[in-house]
């Protein structure tokens, strides 16, 4: 037998959430949109010249770009896409956390990033947030190869404001500071208006949660037109053709539809905010979420109980293991109020049960 396998890159991957296609179904475990993309996007589809389709992509994914730049008013320059946020920020990892020394990152937070960086040989520092799962800024100004980190944070779906990302990027003008602001258009306060004073900082968005397009694969990144050149160079020496001629066109339509992308993301918040009430009256616990989603524990009863009795409902939330100390949380996605009545229901007759 020969010994190929000691020279195999051995990663620990991500896991995603499931993805059950059961009928009936209540899925709040994956932070999707529960309703449908902008109509525009069929339009798009509709459009879509079958027989171009032999033909590579544009690699400068222009048709996009210029999308995007418009309706952030930006330049074109100043925006980096890719195939969602997962892609953009693994391309950034690649570009930009290269110095030798740790990034550094929360300790409760996205599941990726740790995986990235363990994937690229790039070591990092976790930074434990508050026991109210607040980031502490102070954390932040020792030496380091890179700071990360989303606002909101997931799976927390607590908000830094901007004054204290602001600081963080003052403290760290040595290195490319990525906010991933996957969450930010359901309460937050964008990043975006600090990339013109600052030329190390990345804001990254996604197109899979507010604009309801998980299922197309569409991700961007905002910064100085160096920062993104030197992304794109990556890109070119990696893939060509990350997006293709249909999700270019989709993301196009979607992004100018700013009026039905803002009443869906009012219509999720408005759901939130009423959850929120229920949740407490239910006897749970939780920071404040200015995400899609609510990152609860019962005061009594074991997450995981809750998790598999709720599973036998048909209905499907989110539970991480690591960290040990939200080992008693749920992660609940924001659904329609239909669905969130259904998901109370259910929660109400469990937990009467206990
Ligand atoms: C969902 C999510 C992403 C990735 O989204 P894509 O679907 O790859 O665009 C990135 N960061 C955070 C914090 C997320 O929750």
Not at 7 to 21: A, I, S, W
Not at 149 to 164: C, I, K, R, Y
Not at 210 to 220: E, K, N, P, V
Request: one cysteine or more; charged letters at 25%; hydrophobic letters at 40%.
């Amino acid at each position: 037998m020969g010994s190929w396998e000691e020279n195999v890159r051995k990663v620990v991957p991500y896991v995603p959430g499931e993805q059950p296609k059961k009928e009936g179904m209540i899925k709040l475990n994956t932070n999707e949109n529960p309703y449908p993309p902008s109509p525009e996007v069929l339009r798009a589809l509709r459009e879509i010249d079958t027989e171009g389709l032999r033909r590579y992509p544009d690699p400068s994914s222009k048709v996009l770009v210029d999308a995007i730049a418009e309706s952030y008013g930006v330049d074109p320059e100043q925006v980096f896409v890719g195939v969602g946020s997962d892609d953009v920020l693994a391309m950034t990892y690649m570009t930009f956390f290269n110095s030798g020394r740790p990034i550094l990152f929360p300790d409760i937070t996205y599941s990726f990033y740790d995986v990235w960086a363990d994937m690229l040989r790039i070591p990092y520092e976790i930074q434990p947030l508050d026991e109210h799962f607040n980031i502490c800024k102070e954390d932040y100004r020792k030496k380091n190869g890179g700071v990360i980190f989303p606002n909101p944070n997931a799976p927390t779906g607590v908000l830094l404001e901007l004054s204290d990302i602001e600081e963080i990027i003052e403290a760290n003008r040595d290195v490319v500071v990525v906010i991933d602001e996957a969450y930010i258009d359901f309460g937050g306060v964008s990043a975006l208006p600090l990339v013109e004073k600052y030329d190390n900082l990345l804001v990254v968005q996604t197109f899979s949660k507010s604009r309801a397009l998980a299922g197309m694969r569409i991700g961007c990144a905002f910064g100085q037109p160096q920062l993104i050149k030197y992304l794109n160079d990556v890109k070119y020496s990696f893939n060509s053709y990350t997006m293709d001629e249909t999700a270019l066109a989709i993301g196009a339509a979607a992004v100018r539809d700013k009026t039905y992308y803002k009443q869906t993301v009012e219509k999720i918040v408005s759901t939130r905010e009423w959850v929120k009430k229920e949740l407490r009256a239910l006897g749970f616990v939780f920071e404040d979420s200015m995400s899609n989603f609510i990152f609860a524990a019962h005061s009594s009863v074991q997450a995981l109980y809750i998790l598999e009795e709720l599973r036998k409902n048909n209905i499907y939330v989110r539970h991480f293991h690591k960290p040990i100390r939200i080992s008693n949380y749920l992660r609940i996605t924001i659904g329609t109020d239909e669905e969130m009545k259904k998901f109370l229901k259910t929660l109400k007759n469990i937990l009467e049960k206990c």
